[in-house]
């Protein structure tokens, strides 16, 4: 299985910080890497898919690069509504594995 | 737009066995790659299985293997997971998602872009 790891485990920033997130997996997966936003009591929610791509009606503070191993989420601006925990998730094969979340706090 | 709505809250004993159910609107099933993910309370979320719609198979997680059983009702475009042999580290919350493959044709790089509300699964005895 491809394991997917996540740092930091947590992040303290405030409003306008630009944050990076980093994900790195166990073996190259070419670019194939989605970014997930969780709020509590929610489902999660596609923000970025094949590593850079913006999902519809994600604002474009939200960013991602990096290809093979290492892979990179950054806001560039933060809101109120951006603290949440990120997950990064590998769709190169099964079994899908995602990092284990970076809580982005206050 | 694709909506996918989940059963109530459950809760079983160790050792039961329980269904989830995941009812879609929006698409019928059979267009879909469908999904389960799971996540315990204050922890990350974890694949369970899915189905491949080229193939027509349901791939499971091998953690889950012998156990999950998923399966779906083209008739009510409702997908379901049974899970069995309960035990306390079960307790999650159960979520469907739909994995975007297009025109039934699932690839590598394809993402979960829908999601149910989840389904709390308490075991407690």
């Known amino acids: 299985d491809i394991q997917m790891t996540q740092s930091p485990s947590s992040l303290s920033a405030s409003v306008g910080d630009r944050v990076t997130i980093t994900c790195r997996a166990s073996q190259s997966i070419s670019n194939y890497l989605n970014w997930y936003q969780q709020k509590p009591g929610k489902a999660p929610k596609v923000l970025i898919y094949?590593?850079?791509s913006l999902q519809s009606g994600v604002p474009s503070t939200f960013s991602g690069s990096g290809s093979g191993t290492d892979f990179t989420l950054t806001i560039s601006s933060l809101q109120p509504e951006d603290f949440a925990t990120y997950y990064c998730?590998?769709?190169?094969?099964?079994?899908?594995?995602f990092g284990q979340g970076t809580k982005l706090e206050i | 737009q694709v909506q996918l709505v989940q059963s109530g809250a459950e809760v079983k004993k160790p050792g039961a066995s329980v269904k989830v159910s995941c009812k879609v609107s929006g698409y019928t099933l059979t267009e879909l790659s469908m999904h389960w993910v799971r996540q315990a309370p204050g922890k990350g979320l974890e694949w369970m299985g899915g189905?491949?719609?080229?193939?027509?198979?349901?791939i499971y997680a091998n953690k889950f293997q012998g156990r999950v059983t998923m399966t779906e009702d083209r008739s009510t475009d409702t997908a379901y997971l049974e899970l069995s042999s309960l035990r306390s580290e079960d307790t999650a919350v159960y979520y469907c998602?739909?994995?975007?493959?297009?025109?039934?044709?699932?690839?590598?790089?394809?993402?979960?872009?829908?999601w149910g509300q989840g389904t709390l699964v308490t075991v407690s005895s």
């Open positions: 998730q590998q769709s190169y094969s099964t079994p899908y594995t």
């Open positions: 189905f491949d719609p080229e193939d027509g198979e349901t």
């Open positions: 094949t590593a850079s």
């Open positions: 998602a739909k994995l975007n493959c297009l025109n039934g044709v699932c690839y590598p790089g394809d993402y979960f872009d829908h």
